[in-house]
């Protein structure tokens, strides 16, 4: 009877164990997996932050050309300024993409400026930039989308059950820095012949 009771109470610690185990092993899966994709969010980001830089690195030569035709259009020009330091200085993605935004909203002034002046439209240098900030814009729009998808699928791993609670145990945190379209890109810039 007695040795029959030690095997039960050696059965339940085993089985105990394995449950610890298990639990122990779902946990240390779960946080691998969490920081592989908080390292893929952080990646993408920096993508994202290196094509912002090179649109950043364009505008003044853009703003240059387009000044030696239209000076009176200062408010364009220290909008424009305004948003590059901005998005410059930012120091997280949050600021970056509200300073992106407001970049947004300034570069289509600037762009429809040219509407206003034909010898601007057929300037060379300024069609060469042109051109090439379209390319970074494209090159742009399609990092943001990589960077919103690499961090949904960062936020919903962390929010699935039963990641949640090693997420929470763990330290890790929803992000919520997503692109969205600002409110200047929402309004088509005026232009006026």
């Known amino acids: ?27 240390v899966s779960a946080k691998n997996q969490m920081v592989a994709k908080q390292e893929a969010v ?20 853009l703003v240059a050309t387009v000044k030696g035709y239209a000076t009176h259009e200062e408010k364009v020009f220290d ?15 949050q ?11 300034a570069l289509g002034r600037l762009l429809a400026l040219s509407e206003s002046y034909p010898n601007l439209k057929a300037n060379e240098n300024f069609l060469q930039l042109q051109d090439q900030l379209e390319g970074t814009e494209n090159r742009i ?14 936020n919903t791993f962390i929010r699935q059950f039963p ?4 997420a929470g145990m763990a330290g890790f945190q929803p992000n919520n820095a997503y692109f969205e379209a600002s409110e200047a890109s929402k309004t088509a810039p005026t232009v006026k012949f």
């Open 163 to 166: 990641n949640s609670i090693w």
């Open 42 to 61: 952080r990646a993408q980001w920096s993508q994202v932050d290196v094509v912002l830089q090179r649109r950043a690195d364009l505008i003044p030569n």
């Open 79 to 93: 909008d424009i300024a305004s948003a590059r330091s901005a998005l410059l200085n930012a120091h997280d993605p």
């Open 1 to 27: 009877m007695m040795r029959r009771g030690l095997w039960v109470g050696i059965g339940i610690v085993a089985v105990l164990l394995i449950i610890v185990l298990m639990v122990f092993g779902s946990y």
């Open 95 to 105: 600021g970056k993409i509200q300073a992106n935004g407001q970049l947004d909203g």
């Open 141 to 154: 729009a399609v990092e943001r989308r990589r960077y919103n998808q690499t961090l949904q699928d960062y």
